[in-house]
T-cell receptor, first 117, second 114 residues
């Protein structure tokens, strides 16, 4: 089945530094990647939608200059948290829509636990 | 945009009993309604989904019902087992339209008591 590989699975960084999270579609082409953030005991909240070869679309309240998204190829989308602060500590997860001739669904990366100290 | 509400936020049942989780959605264009089980620190796992041309779908102990007129859908788990304990999320999307992202409900912490 369609697999999205997400790295790193966890990262601890110092306040003020930047962290890059990668999501790769392994056996399909992901023209669109959705990036979610999940705080403890809360739901997955959509941050932005990245489209291959064009600018990402950010949800209201998400700072595009802080959360840089790049989708340079059909198999790679990246999220960079710039100048991270403790309040950015969260679980970040990517998702891609998968469609074949008969049906469609969504596949998720394994998530990245970001801790900013 | 789409808004998905989920109830209850917590649910405790005795092993062997049934569990029901309900969701409502706002966007009549939504046509895909998956349910996910998420364990702590893991990705959501699809347990069942339903599309708007179907009213009910069953897979062993799990079933989902959809009422498009009322814009609500429900997850039914029968003969619950301790390993069913997890957080469950409903979601909705207009999977073939312009707003293709999944919108998630707030989640239900299900605890199955042995």
């Amino acid at each position: 089945g369609a697999v999205v590989s997400q790295h790193p699975s966890w990262v601890i960084c110092k306040s003020g530094t930047s962290v890059k999270i990668e999501c790769r579609s392994l056996d399909f082409q992901a023209t669109t990647m959705f990036w979610y953030r999940q705080f403890p005991k809360q739901s997955l909240m959509l941050m932005a939608t990245s489209n291959e070869g064009s600018k990402a679309t950010y949800e209201q309240g998400v700072e595009k200059d802080k959360f840089l998204i790049n989708h340079a190829s059909l198999t790679l989308s990246t999220l960079t948290v710039t100048s991270a602060h403790p309040e950015d500590s969260s679980f970040y997860i990517c998702s891609a829509r998968v469609r074949d001739r008969r049906t469609y669904g969504y596949t998720f990366g394994s998530g990245t636990r970001l801790t900013v100290v | 945009g789409e808004n998905v509400e989920q109830h209850p936020s917590t649910l405790s049942v005795q092993e062997g009993d049934s569990a029901v989780i309900k969701c409502t959605y706002s966007d009549s264009a939504s046509n895909y309604f998956p349910w996910y089980k998420q364990e702590l620190g893991k990705r959501p796992q699809l347990i069942i989904d339903i599309r708007s041309n179907v009213g009910e779908k069953k897979d062993q102990r799990i079933a989902v019902t959809l009422n498009k007129t009322a814009k609500h859908f429900s997850l039914h788990i029968t003969e619950t087992q301790p390993e069913d304990s997890a957080v469950y999320f409903c979601a909705a999307s207009d999977a073939e339209g312009s707003a293709r992202q999944l919108t998630f409900g707030s989640g239900t912490q299900l605890t199955v008591l042995p």
